[in-house]
Structure formats: C-alpha cells, structure tokens
C-alpha cells in the first residue's frame, strides 16, 4: 500500500472512531454567588461519597506495618461498583458529588499491600509520577459520572497524612509537610506537578483531556487544606484556571471563609465544612458564613455531619433556605456514603471508634442505630428542594446481578443500586417452575464482612439435587425484572445454616 492510501485509510478508520456522547451539554459556569447549568441556576445536596475511585475495606481491619496508626487496607472498585454506586447516588436525587483525595505513595504501602495515585519521584529531586492503573479506575470514575448524569467535584491533596497527603509528598524531598504551602519549596513544585498530570491526562474511557470533561464540575486545591495563605491560593489557582479555563476552581481551605480567597479572580467557589470537633457544626454558620462571603463567590458546604439526624436535618435546612441579601449556598453534603461490594453486601466505614458509620442507599433498617434512613431521606428530600422540584419517589430498583453458587449455604448477589429488600425464586428447571423460597431478604447490614457473612443460605434444598436460582430486588415502588440464573448442584449433605 502506498503511504497516501494509507494515510486515507488511517484518516478514514479514524473518522469512525467517535467519542461517547456527554450527558451534559454545558460546563457549570459562576453567575456571582450562583452557579450555572447553561441559563438554569444549579443547586444540590447530597451525602458525601469519598470513595468512588478507591476503596477503604474496613472489614480487613488496621495494618499494623503503618506507623501513622490508622493503616486501613486499600483496593480499586471494579467496574461493577463504581457504575453501582453512582446509579444509588443519582438514583437518590443527587446531582453533584464530592470525592477524596488523590493518594500520596507511604513507605508502609507494601507492607500493606496498597497501591496509591501518586507514585514517588524516580529520581532524588525529581517529580512524582501518576499510577496509571489508579488513573484508569479514575478516568472510568469521570466517564461513569458522566454516563448516568452526575457532576464531580474532584480534590487534588490531602492536608491530613491518612490516605497520604502533604506529609508525605514533603517527604520524597527530605522537607517538612509544611513546606506544602510554600510555593517556592520543592513539595509545591511537586504538587504543581500533579495538578499539571491530571488535568491534562487524556481519559483512556472517553478520549477526553480532562479539562475538557463537562461532568469535572470543578477542580479543589485540596482537603481541609487550613494553613492555605494567600500566595499558595493565587498561585494554585491560576495554575489550576490557565489549565482548565471551562471548569471551576474551589478553595479547599478549612473552618474559615479566606477574605483572600473572595477577592481571587481564579477562585470560582469557596466551601467549608461542619463538625463539633472544630466548633461550627451547626445551622448557625451558614449565615455566618454566607455574611462574611457578601455574595461574592458560591458557597458550599463541603463536608458535614457525625451528629443526630435531628441536628443533621436543622443544618441541611439551613443550607437550602438561609440566605444573606439574597444568596443562599449552592451545595451542601452530609458525611458519608459508602456502596455495595462487587460480590454482596455493603463496604462500610466507621468514624474512629465513634456510634457514626457509613450510610448505605438507599437506607435499611439495619442502619436504625445509625439513623440511615433517616439521613438518607433528609438529603433527597433537600436534594430536590434545592432545584425548586417535588420528591418524588424512587425508582423501582433494576435487577440485581446473582454470583456464581458454589455451595447453598452462600449464595450472594451485587444489590441493586436502589433495592431495599431481595425476593429469591429456585426452580428445578431452567425457565419452569420457578418458587419463590425467600422473601424480604435485605442485604443491607452494616459491618458486613465478607469473609464470614453470607446474604441468604438455601436450607430448604435437597441433597443430589441440581437447582437454578435467580433474585428479584424490591422496593416501595415496586420489584426489579429478574437477575441472571445460576446454576448449582447440591452435596450429598443439605446445606447447614446458621
């Protein structure tokens, strides 16, 4: 083949190739103190879920070659999961969400058998480097949020050492974590170094720069980053904004409003968070807040809650209706979520040694100790007071996706993103006479642990007998079409359950 007809058919092939269509038609945009979907003002509320791009697996316990004391076992979702959780996260009104961290690299990773974002610099002073198996579950993250219709708020680096932040970014340069908000210190220049590799990293899923992502609602300095100065804002700022003209920048300071931060023309949004560990945690800051801010920027209430679904509800009633000379907040978030587990049950988070644990949605009785029903109700219904709309009811649930069988006694299923409870039917036949063996069966418990817990074990079933099962998910609105089949032939012995 001659290069020209080459050229033509690579150019030909190429024009095949289109990228996935966005849900979204238009960047948010800043009108003053609001926020802009095209010529409609955007609002939302939620319950925070940090991990959608890196999960923390309770259920494994406290690694104890981490000296910093925490040493939570790590893994990446799978595909399954990540699109799971953000169905149950839309599927519950919300439209905006807010994650963690990119992680730091820590000496202890190996030892534990973590994996992380950042990976430490090749060289003595050379700059740290993006884990591209971590980027491609982000990159699936973006192009997921985007599929079913979801903004993200996207931070950058940790002020706090936990998942690996600005501690440990100082540390490949032999500096103090401090030295993180100097910006003339090579732990800046490294964290300019990051932001420039992620924001113009081209997603593997949509072939997309990620500035040019609609569903990047906006791009955070950081977690909680409290010692932000002035010089570190403006210089971070303008790096982020020259890379990303289309999106928007947050300051991700901590306890205040920097008066610094309002009057940074780079600065898009200012956020805080509430809780009673730094003495805000109430329905008052919000005009507190939205006072000192004077409808100079949009407001978000980033991080909130670990208190009574009582003082959750006052707070989140303040972010939809305080307002000062006309601006109210334009998001507030409820601390936290976590989703289901590829092969059943729920991951779970709870916060050090507290009564809080993680939220499931889209609520189970299970989580009565912990108001879960409750919570999860106070932020659909804000969720949807804040576009101007009426609650309406959830969807009935779609089909939940049943596992393998090996053995009755553990028979285990991925939840549907908005199931309550689980209708189980066995038959002795591939597509005929099917029963239904269990009703009303949740998988919803918190402190799921997969190693010892099961979701149903079939102590009806005979030995030497070969089945086929399928699940049903339900919920008040009414029950999914049915799961995939599985089939299983049973011991000589009948399943054991306890």
């Known amino acids: 083949m ?11 092939i190429s024009s095949l190739i289109t990228l996935p269509v966005s849900a979204f038609e238009h960047f948010i945009t800043r009108d003053g103190a609001k926020l802009m979907d095209g010529e409609k003002v955007f609002r939302f509320a939620g319950i925070h879920a940090p991990e959608l ?31 799971n959780w953000i169905q149950a996260i839309v599927g519950t009104n919300q439209k905006a969400m807010r994650i963690y961290v990119l992680s730091v690299e820590h000496e202890s990773d190996p030892a534990c058998g973590r994996q992380t974002h950042i990976l430490k610099p090749q060289t003595k002073d050379g700059m740290p480097s993006l884990n591209e198996e971590a980027m491609r579950v982000y990159d699936r993250m973006i192009y997921l949020a985007d599929k079913h219709g979801l903004r993200l708020i996207l931070p950058f680096i940790d002020h706090w050492k936990w998942w690996g932040g600005r501690e440990q970014l100082a540390a490949f340069y032999g500096e103090h974590e401090d030295e993180f908000y100097n910006v003339y210190s090579k732990t800046y220049a490294a964290y300019q170094s990051i932001i420039r590799d992620v ?11 990620y500035s040019e992502e609609k569903a990047i609602m906006a791009w955070e300095t950081g977690n909680e980053l409290k010692d932000t100065n002035e010089l570190f804002l403006a210089k971070t700022s303008a790096f982020i904004k020259a890379l990303a003209p289309n999106q928007l920048v947050l300051d991700g300071t901590y306890t205040r409003i920097n008066e610094f931060a309002l009057n940074d023309p780079n600065v898009d949004m200012v956020s805080n968070h509430y809780y009673t560990n730094v003495g805000n945690n109430n329905p008052e800051t919000v005009l507190t807040d939205l006072t000192t801010i004077n409808g100079r920027k949009p407001y ?8 009574s679904s009582d003082k959750l509800d006052a707070i989140m009633q303040a972010a939809v ?15 936290g979520f976590r989703g289901h587990r590829h092969n059943g049950g729920f991951y779970w988070h709870n916060e050090g040694g507290s009564q809080y644990y993680s939220y499931h949605l889209p609520g189970f009785k299970e989580g009565d100790f912990n108001e879960e029903i409750q919570v999860v109700d106070i932020a659909r219904k804000a969720a949807a007071q804040m576009m101007g709309e009426k609650l309406q009811p959830l969807a009935a649930p779609q089909a939940p996706v049943l596992r393998e069988i090996t053995t009755i006694s553990d028979i285990r299923w991925m939840g549907a993103p908005l199931g309550r409870s689980y209708r189980i039917e066995r038959s002795t036949q591939m597509n005929d006479n099917w029963q239904t063996i269990a009703k009303a069966v949740s998988d919803g418990m918190n ?40 089939k299983v032939t049973t011991a000589k012995q009948p399943a054991r359950c306890h």
Do not use: M
């Open 199 to 209: 924001v113009t990293r081209r997603n593997t899923f949509t072939g997309r720069l």
């Open 447 to 486: 402190k799921f642990d997969p190693r010892i817990h099961t979701l149903f074990c079939d102590d009806s079933a005979k030995a030497n007998t070969t089945y086929y099962y399928r699940v049903f998910a339900n919920n008040e609105s009414g029950e999914s079409s049915p799961s995939n089949i599985q």
């Open 300 to 307: 978000l209430i980033g991080e909130f809650g670990l208190q």
């Open 2 to 12: 001659k290069i020209s007809h080459f050229v033509i058919a690579l150019s030909f």
């Open 321 to 335: 209706s305080t307002e000062y000379k006309g601006n109210k907040a334009v998001g507030a978030f409820i601390w």
């Open 53 to 83: 791009h890196r999960i923390e697996d309770d259920a494994k316990g406290v690694c104890k070659a981490d000296p910093r004391g925490w040493g939570q076992h790590f893994k990446w979702p799978t595909a399954e999961e990540q699109e």
